[in-house]
T-cell receptor, first 111, second 117 residues
Framework: DAKTTQPNSMESNEEEPVHLPCNHS???????IHWYRQLPSQGPEYVIHGLTSNVNNRMASLAIAEDRKSSTLILHRATLRDAAVYYCIRRLTGGGNKLTFGTGTQLKVEL | NAGVTQTPKFQVLKTGQSMTLQCAQDMNHNSMYWYRQDPGMGLRLIYY???????DKGEVPNGYNVSRLNKREFSLRLESAAPSQTSVYFCASSERRGEHSYNSPLHFGNGTRLTVT
């Protein structure tokens, strides 16, 4: 099964860091971990991806466990505009173009 | 850059009517996709096109047909709409071809909200 496991919802205060967890215990050695987010009434937006090493970009950081069975998306300073559904996805190297989206984590950000 | 453009934004159909959802991308991407999103179910892949001239079924292809008209455009057709096809439809594109797309991000349009009564 290519799906991942995420909490249904999380809450954060503005300007505080947010750690969004994802479990992918059946991941194989060559599968990438991708994160997307979806703001209300918009299409999903790419956030970050990685294979083994931790990754950083202008939007977020991705921390991947040493055994690769879990990962954490880190938003360093949450803003109200970060309120969205965050999807953690296993990108199968042998699965062609088939991204499998779960139901994601609804992040609520409060003042 | 417009990115991925979907038309129309909204559509209401009666059961049995047909329609085509249009999608175009201006990023010179090889691969394009159609997803549907229903409440509480995340996004599910309907069809995808790894490159111009090729199309493949995704997770939920029944009741749909697609055409990869050229590199820019990928359309989704409902021949005989049913209430079960009420959904939000998203088109997406990515840069690399087929099996080597696993580390290439998808770029999504803003969706077409379809209601079938």
């Amino acid at each position: 099964d290519a799906k991942t496991t995420q909490p249904n919802s999380m809450e954060s205060n503005e300007e505080e860091p947010v750690h969004l967890p994802c479990n992918h215990s059946t991941i194989s050695g060559t599968d990438y971990i991708h994160w997307y987010r979806q703001l209300p009434s918009q299409g999903p937006e790419y956030v970050i991806h990685g294979l083994t090493s931790n990754v950083n970009n202008r939007m977020a950081s991705l921390a991947i466990a040493e055994d690769r069975k879990s990962s954490t998306l880190i938003l360093h300073r949450a803003t109200l505009r970060d309120a969205a559904v965050y999807y953690c996805i296993r990108r199968l190297t042998g699965g062609g173009n088939k991204l499998t989206f779960g139901t994601g984590t609804q992040l609520k950000v409060e003042l | 850059n417009a990115g991925v453009t979907q038309t129309p934004k909204f559509q209401v159909l009666k059961t049995g009517q047909s329609m085509t959802l249009q999608c175009a991308q201006d990023m010179n991407h090889n691969s394009m996709y159609w997803y549907r999103q229903d409440p509480g179910m995340g996004l599910r892949l309907i069809y995808y096109s790894a490159s111009e001239g090729t199309t493949d079924k995704g997770e939920v292809p029944n009741g749909y047909n697609v055409s990869r008209l050229n590199k820019r455009e990928f359309s989704l057709r409902l021949e005989s709409a049913a209430p079960s096809q009420t959904s939000v439809y998203f088109c997406a594109s990515s840069e690399r071809r087929g099996e080597h797309s696993y580390n290439s991000p998808l770029h999504f349009g803003n969706g077409t909200r379809l209601t079938v009564t």
